[in-house]
């Protein structure tokens, strides 16, 4: 079973954007989704932006000032809004969460690609 689903990567020049999107399955309330995190090519899994149930919002030092993690209750989905992009950030990007009010969180998207390349 599938409990997230991601979406928005794609191929951008540097200095461009792309906005990722990434829903559950199922009820907010059976899911809670943590953050992002991406896997360049070589590179070991890195976690990139989380938000919490009260809006808090943290970040890799390698993207602050470019990225925004953001969700909107109404369409239970979060986002990463990714702006001034640099090849550097080219890498598989994987929504992440778990069973809600657990701690654990074993839960991944597909994958989305986002290549930034002139």
């Known amino acids: 079973q599938v409990q997230l689903v991601e979406s928005g990567g794609g191929l951008v020049q540097p200095g461009g954007s792309l906005r990722l999107s990434c829903k559950p399955s199922?009820?907010?309330?059976?899911?809670?989704?943590r953050g992002w995190y991406r896997q360049g090519p070589g590179q070991q899994r890195e976690l990139v932006a989380t938000?919490?149930?009260?809006?808090?919002?943290d970040y890799a030092d390698s993207v602050k000032g470019r990225f925004t993690i953001s969700r909107d209750n109404a369409k239970n989905t979060v986002y990463l809004q990714m702006n001034n992009l640099k090849p550097e950030d080219t890498a598989v990007y994987y929504c992440?969460?778990?069973?809600?009010?657990?701690?654990?969180?074993?839960?991944w998207g597909q994958g989305t690609q986002v290549t930034v390349s002139s």
């Open positions: 199922g009820s907010i309330f059976s899911v809670y989704v």
């Open positions: 992440n969460g778990g069973p809600s009010g657990t701690g654990v969180f074993n839960y």
């Open positions: 938000i919490t149930r009260g809006g808090s919002t």
